[in-house]
């Protein structure tokens, strides 16, 4: 069956430094790679789309990479703020059937 | 700004209870998604539309039904309220262009005692 894992454990990243967060996928090829942001609470927001044929996409500090041989992405957040701590989830999406298989997210926590 | 409404934010039923979670997006998406979250289990899917009065199962559909008589109008339906259905409620859409996330609502907490 389809697998998503992302790093259960928190992530603490200083101020101003590089986050770097990982989804990786198993038995699957999906055409579409999305990533969201969901504060305690709240429903998830979307962040970022990337293609099974880009390699890389950015949006002001994001930055998202897909690699289809290594069935992985990674999401960047350069010169990371403490409003930046929230947790992230990484989603892939078949064709255009408009479902998505979840991962279960990764907390992270930028420390002042 | 374009935005999904749950109807509430909080609710508390009792154990065999109808339960009725609304949901309204204003941006004209034919697709409406409707999913709980539980720590440790991530999002799982209940039921999606992809135009009026068209529902399909999702990954979890048992106790739930669902109702779309409008575009804009999604609406989840706990036929009778069971402890185990205590989570968070989350209520989401797209438009049918795949290049875009989906829009989800703030959720609806609901406890079941």
Redesign the interface.
Known sequence: SQKIEQNSEALNIQEGKTATLTCNYTNYSP??L?W?RQDP???????L?I?ENEKEKRKERLKVTFDTTLKQSLFHITASQPADSATY?CAL?RD?N???I????TKLIIKP | DVK?TQSSRYLVKRTGEKVFLECVQDMDHE?MFWYRQDP????R?IY?S?DVKMKEK?DIPEGYSVSREKKERFSLILESASTNQTS?Y?C?S?SGQ??????????T?LTVV
């Not at chain 1, 609470?41 to 962040?47: D, K, N, Q, T, Y």
């Not at chain 2, 795949?98 to 959720?107: D, I, K, Q, R, V």
Request: aromatic letters at 20%; a positive charge.
């Open positions: 055409a579409y999305q969201y609470g709240r429903g998830p927001v979307f962040l789309l293609r989830l999406e255009s408009y479902q998505l979840w991962g279960a997210g | 999904v697709n440790g289990l991530g999002l899917l999606f992809y999702g968070m989350l989401a797209r795949a290049l875009y996330g989906y829009t989800f609502g703030s959720g907490r």
